[in-house]
């Protein structure tokens, strides 16, 4: 598999993933038309924020199964593109947020005791202790909007300055925000409430300058304002107006609207402190991150899930592994069902019981759709199935019952259209088991190849299968029959597990033996 490295990552992540097979090229200052040029050619992507990988970039990317941001912000991503190819996209969430915070303190210091202006007035051979008075934080209200991995680290070490410390942020638990020392406010109280406002938010829809001129008109006079999230979450235009008008005292800015910005009037004014997006690059953060992109790749290319996709449900680490096998278990019961369905389906019910139900599940549900659509459309992964299913028209229904009876999680799935299937499993360890389709109790791990098949249930029909399979030399490894109710007669449901896979004329034949309804082959 080919990685394309677009900026600079740590030398022991590109290693890593030499280490595990990967074949690496380093483009470190590659351009946007080279970049659309030789996409084609990779299977994988790392960018830091230089790179933007747009529309046009993943149109060309014939082969790119994972982009990799090695960073937390993906606004230099289009990652709806992405999705709709089915290419998974990753970032390193935490990897840098002590970096993060500790700029952002930075620049809070900086700012309000114009240490910069002063460090550049001194190397002029000038001494104006007297134009250099500052503020003290001990007892200002500090505003942290955005309680997230930065803006929580930011709060934990302002405590030490004396702050009183505000946030604002709907996803945060009242209680995630006092084991820090911060209270939960909304926006229009910060606003007016803070001495200096602290950004830690994504730039989205909703935050593309969630500063502008009605915020600052709520503020305090004399306000301070650092941005080290992304630029455009504050109206530039606006904050220059505020700082020229003496509403904003002082400004400390590390992302800009442009990177590198370009006439920004901004730049011109004694009292704003800037640096060229500099808050995560630190050694300590530059190998976290870079390892964390590396591990996700190598682990992607094994087969393994990604813990950190921004296209994928995220998954906390104590659910990851008891997951990952009803991930497994889900997608083999789609194969089953498309197999049985011929293909022909436009309505999934999924249930989840018991110690399941209690957990995250879309990336079963994920996995379940990808198991129906792989079989008949090309490409289909868990990024890309939900959006397909939904091109098709097939309704997707989901459940949750936190009580079962027998096992401890239990998922139950029934698949419609011309006709229906109802399948039941569940996992025991990392193993998984299919235990009910449709009325017919069975216990088996769906791994190999398989036909399954309804006959009638009456002496011989078993012997016949047996000797079809033998005059073409496929050994039956294991074989289970399921009979509905105690009382002999009826429809039974057969499953072969063969060591080799089954040709059309072997189905063929198997189907005009007597007694057999159909038989239907499914790799597992």
Same mark, same amino acid.
């Given at each position: 598999?080919?990685?394309?490295?677009?900026?600079?990552? %740590?030398?022991?992540?590109?290693?890593?993933?030499?280490?595990?097979?990967?074949? *690496?090229?380093?483009?470190?200052?590659?351009?946007?038309?080279?970049?659309?040029?030789?996409?084609?050619?990779?299977?994988?992507?790392?960018?830091?924020?230089?790179?933007?990988?747009?529309?046009?970039?993943?149109?060309?990317?014939?082969?790119?199964? +994972?982009?990799?941001?090695?960073?937390?912000?993906?606004?230099?991503?289009?990652?709806?593109?992405?999705?709709?190819?089915?290419?998974?996209?990753?970032?390193?969430?935490?990897?840098?947020?002590v970096?993060?915070?500790?700029?952002?303190?930075?620049?809070?210091?900086?700012?309000?005791?114009? =240490?910069?202006?002063?460090?550049?007035?001194?190397?002029?051979?000038?001494?104006?202790?007297?134009?250099?008075?500052?503020?003290?934080?001990?007892?200002?209200?500090?505003? !942290?909007?955005?309680?997230?991995?930065?803006?929580?680290?930011?709060?934990?070490?302002m405590?030490?300055?004396?702050?009183?410390?505000?946030?604002?942020?709907?996803?945060?638990?009242?209680?995630?925000?006092?084991?820090?020392?911060?209270?939960?406010?909304?926006?229009?109280?910060?606003?007016?409430?803070?001495?200096?406002?602290?950004?830690?938010?994504?730039k989205?829809?909703?935050?593309?300058?969630?500063?502008?001129?009605?915020?600052?008109?709520?503020?305090?006079?004399? *306000?301070?304002? @650092?941005?080290?999230?992304?630029?455009?979450?504050?109206?530039?235009?606006?904050?220059y107006?505020?700082?020229?008008s003496?509403?904003?005292?002082?400004?400390?800015?590390?992302?800009?609207?442009?990177?590198?910005?370009?006439?920004?009037?901004?730049?011109?004014?004694?009292? @704003?402190?800037?640096?060229?997006?500099?808050? %995560?690059?630190?050694?300590?953060?530059?190998?976290?991150?870079?390892?964390?992109?590396?591990?996700?790749?190598?682990?992607?290319?094994?087969?393994?899930?990604?813990?950190?996709?921004?296209?994928?449900?995220?998954?906390?680490?104590?659910?990851?592994?008891?997951?990952?096998?009803?991930?497994?278990?889900?997608?083999k019961?789609?194969?089953?069902?498309?197999?049985?369905l011929?293909?022909?389906?436009?309505k999934?019910?999924?249930?989840?019981?018991?110690? !399941? %139900?209690?957990?995250?599940?879309?990336?079963?549900?994920?996995?379940?759709?990808?198991?129906?659509?792989?079989q008949?459309?090309?490409?289909?992964? +868990?990024?890309?199935?939900?959006? @397909?299913?939904?091109?098709?028209? +097939?309704?997707?229904?989901?459940?949750?019952?936190?009580?079962?009876?027998?096992?401890?999680?239990? !998922?139950? @799935?029934?698949?419609?259209?011309d006709k229906? !299937?109802?399948? %039941?499993g569940?996992?025991?360890?990392?193993?998984?088991?299919?235990?009910? =389709?449709?009325?017919?109790?069975?216990?088996?791990?769906?791994?190999g190849?398989?036909? +399954?098949?309804?006959?009638?249930?009456?002496?011989?029909v078993?012997?016949r299968?047996?000797?079809?399979?033998?005059?073409?030399?496929i050994?039956?490894?294991?074989?289970?029959?399921?009979?509905?109710?105690?009382?002999?007669?009826?429809?039974?449901?057969?499953?072969?597990?063969?060591?080799?896979?089954p040709?059309?004329?072997?189905?063929?034949?198997?189907?005009?033996?007597?007694?057999?309804?159909?038989?239907?082959?499914?790799?597992?």
């Amino acid at each position: 598999m080919k990685v394309l490295i677009a900026d600079p990552i %740590a030398e022991e992540s590109v290693e890593f993933m030499r280490k595990n097979g990967l074949d *690496v090229d380093l483009k470190t200052e590659i351009d946007h038309e080279e970049l659309i040029n030789v996409i084609k050619d990779y299977d994988a992507l790392v960018v830091r924020s230089r790179t933007k990988v747009t529309k046009e970039v993943i149109e060309r990317a014939e082969n790119l199964k +994972i982009i990799g941001r090695a960073g937390v912000g993906v606004d230099n991503i289009d990652v709806d593109s992405a999705t709709e190819r089915g290419i998974v996209v990753v970032n390193a969430p935490g990897g840098n947020s002590v970096s993060a915070a500790e700029h952002t303190i930075g620049l809070i210091l900086s700012v309000v005791r114009k =240490i910069p202006q002063a460090d550049r007035s001194v190397k002029e051979g000038k001494w104006e202790r007297k134009r250099f008075v500052g503020v003290e934080l001990r007892g200002k209200t500090l505003g !942290i909007i955005g309680l997230g991995r930065v803006g929580y680290e930011v709060a934990k070490r302002m405590r030490s300055f004396d702050m009183k410390i505000l946030a604002y942020d709907p996803y945060v638990s009242e209680e995630r925000a006092k084991s820090v020392g911060a209270k939960l406010v909304s926006l229009e109280e910060l606003l007016r409430s803070s001495d200096i406002i602290t950004i830690h938010v994504p730039k989205t829809k909703e935050t593309e300058k969630m500063i502008s001129r009605r915020e600052f008109e709520m503020m305090k006079d004399g *306000v301070y304002i @650092v941005n080290t999230a992304r630029g455009g979450i504050v109206d530039e235009e606006a904050l220059y107006d505020a700082i020229v008008s003496g509403k904003v005292a002082g400004a400390g800015l590390d992302v800009y609207e442009t990177e590198p910005p370009k006439n920004c009037p901004l730049l011109n004014l004694e009292n @704003v402190v800037t640096t060229p997006h500099i808050g %995560a690059s630190t050694k300590e953060a530059q190998t976290i991150v870079g390892m964390i992109i590396a591990e996700e790749i190598v682990n992607f290319f094994r087969g393994l899930p990604v813990k950190n996709a921004v296209n994928l449900p995220s998954i906390a680490p104590e659910d990851f592994s008891y997951l990952m096998p009803y991930v497994e278990l889900a997608e083999k019961i789609g194969k089953i069902a498309c197999a049985r369905l011929n293909g022909i389906f436009n309505k999934v019910k999924i249930t989840f019981r018991g110690e !399941i %139900a209690k957990r995250n599940t879309e990336i079963v549900a994920r996995s379940l759709l990808r198991g129906l659509l792989v079989q008949i459309l090309d490409g289909i992964n +868990i990024v890309s199935a939900p959006i @397909v299913a939904k091109e098709r028209g +097939i309704v997707v229904e989901q459940s949750k019952i936190e009580k079962t009876n027998l096992y401890p999680s239990l !998922i139950e @799935v029934t698949v419609s259209g011309d006709k229906e !299937i109802y399948m %039941a499993g569940t996992c025991f360890g990392d193993e998984c088991r299919i235990i009910k =389709i449709d009325k017919y109790k069975v216990d088996f791990v769906p791994k190999g190849h398989y036909i +399954i098949s309804l006959h009638e249930d009456k002496p011989g029909v078993i012997g016949r299968v047996g000797t079809l399979m033998g005059s073409y030399n496929i050994n039956i490894a294991g074989m289970i029959v399921g009979r509905y109710g105690d009382k002999p007669g009826g429809i039974q449901l057969m499953l072969l597990l063969l060591d080799d896979p089954p040709s059309e004329e072997v189905l063929k034949k198997m189907v005009e033996l007597d007694g057999i309804i159909d038989a239907t082959y499914v790799h597992l």
